[in-house]
């Protein structure tokens, strides 16, 4: 079993910081892709930041320039740095896990979400 699991959310003023993280255990052939999604109240689940097979990233416009997505291989963990966090941020987050099956197949892994909340 694969197991992916957020942490890091909390209530923080507009401005503060914030890092996200999301460890994966469990067997597991590859990660090709990792995401950061979240989902605001009423809002539907949006791509924050993603990194690809080969390092490359990604990043909502809404969020460039202020977070970042990195990895610690070694410890199969991923993170979200969060900088100069607006009210706009609040939602909960999540972290995507992009895998194969035996022959190719994609296999996405989801946390169960962790809430981040930013007040004004």
């Known amino acids: 079993q694969v197991h992916v699991v957020e942490s890091g959310g909390g209530l923080v003023q507009a401005g503060g910081s914030l890092r996200l993280s999301c460890a994966v255990s469990g067997t597991i052939f590859s990660i090709n892709g990792v995401g950061w999604y979240r989902q605001g109240p009423g809002k539907e689940r949006e791509l924050v930041t993603e990194l690809t097979a080969v390092g490359g990233t990604n990043y909502a416009e809404s969020v460039q320039g202020r977070f970042t997505i990195s990895k610690d291989s070694a410890k199969n963990t991923f993170y979200l740095q969060m900088n100069s966090l607006k009210p706009e941020d609040t939602a909960v987050y999540y972290c995507?896990?992009?895998?194969?099956?035996?022959?190719?197949?994609?296999?996405?892994?989801w946390g169960q979400g962790t809430q981040v909340t930013i007040t004004s």
């Open positions: 995507n896990i992009k895998s194969r099956g035996s022959n190719w197949t994609p296999i996405d892994y």
